[in-house]
């Protein structure tokens, strides 16, 4: 595959090692027999070396090796595809975790498929309009995997590999901290609606502006980052100047207390309601 030289550190099966090269860093080599006969210290045939990988965090290295040595190598060869797809349609880098991620829940979903189990996403229609690009990769996923597998997973599959991008992607702690942000996100949208008894033009910049914004603010709710500056006096300033948003605001700010029990700082109100403002008055 190149000129490196590799020495085995650890076989995960007859498919899959680990190595480090002639630098000193360490690689995850797959490859149709690679591991077979190998014992640690011994030199990689370069022959049979087909993929090589590189993750920069050692605990999610651990824990991947483990995850390996229990599915099929080519679910990694899958992921790391899907990702590569993902970090050039939102131009950022992802959190490593979605290896681990991705690699198990393809592993699941598959095993599911063959299992005859029938699989729905409650969450597919706020996806497909909160998380356009990350539901687009899903779909490319979906495709990658029929084709590396011969298995065809179903549409709402897409949906859920969007959202392990969205974990990665806010680097939130877990798929339920995600799907409570994807739910938030539409209780708000209802509660505008209502209260200004008007629909959004989905398709507009605005719209799309606004969703941007309700990401970022539900991300920080959920990951504990939120806004909070005692001495910038917005709240009489934005209450004053929006009293219709500013009301509204405050309403989203009991809706997320009742339902998540997280109280939303002043500056953070204060900055939704002039989001709401500006949709409201633009649409």
């Known amino acids: 595959m190149n000129g490196n030289k590799f020495r085995v550190i650890n076989i995960i099966n007859n498919n899959v090692i680990v190595a480090i090269n002639e630098r000193h860093q360490e690689r995850i080599l797959t490859g149709k027999g690679i591991g077979f006969q190998l014992k640690k210290g011994n030199l990689v045939d370069p022959e049979k070396i087909e993929k090589e990988y590189y993750l920069k965090s050692k605990n999610i290295s651990g824990k991947l090796y483990a995850l390996l040595a229990q599915t099929p190598e080519i679910y990694m060869e899958i992921t790391s595809q899907i990702i ?3 970090e050039e349609a939102l131009n950022k880098s992802l959190d490593e975790s979605i290896y681990l991620n991705l ?5 699941f979903a598959v095993t599911r498929l063959k299992q005859g189990i029938e ?15 990350e539901y687009e990769v899903g ?3 979906l495709k990658l995997v029929q084709e590396k597998t011969g298995y065809q997973l179903p549409q709402d599959e897409a949906g859920t590999i969007a959202m392990h991008i969205v ?13 409570k942000m994807t739910e938030l996100i539409h209780k708000i949208i209802n509660l505008i609606r209502y209260q200004y008894h008007m629909n959004f033009d989905e398709e507009s910049v605005h719209y799309v502006r606004f969703i941007t914004h309700l990401k970022f603010f ?10 909070d500056d005692p001495e910038s006096g917005l709240r009489d300033l934005i209450g004053q100047s929006y009293p ?11 809706l997320i207390w009742n339902d998540y029990q997280i109280a939303i700082t002043e500056d953070e109100t204060c900055y939704l309601a002039v989001h709401i403002r500006r949709i409201t008055m633009q649409t």
């Open 84 to 86: 590569k797809r993902t």
């Open 103 to 107: 690699i198990d829940h393809i592993n």
């Open 119 to 133: 699989f729905k996403n409650i969450l597919l229609w706020e996806i497909i309009h909160f998380y356009p690009l």
């Open 139 to 141: 779909l490319y996923a």
């Open 167 to 179: 974990n990665a992607e806010y680097d939130t702690k877990n798929m339920q901290d995600t799907m």
């Open 218 to 227: 539900v991300s920080r709710l959920f990951t504990d980052k939120m806004l």
């Open 244 to 254: 219709d948003a500013y009301q509204c605001a405050e309403r989203v700010a009991k």
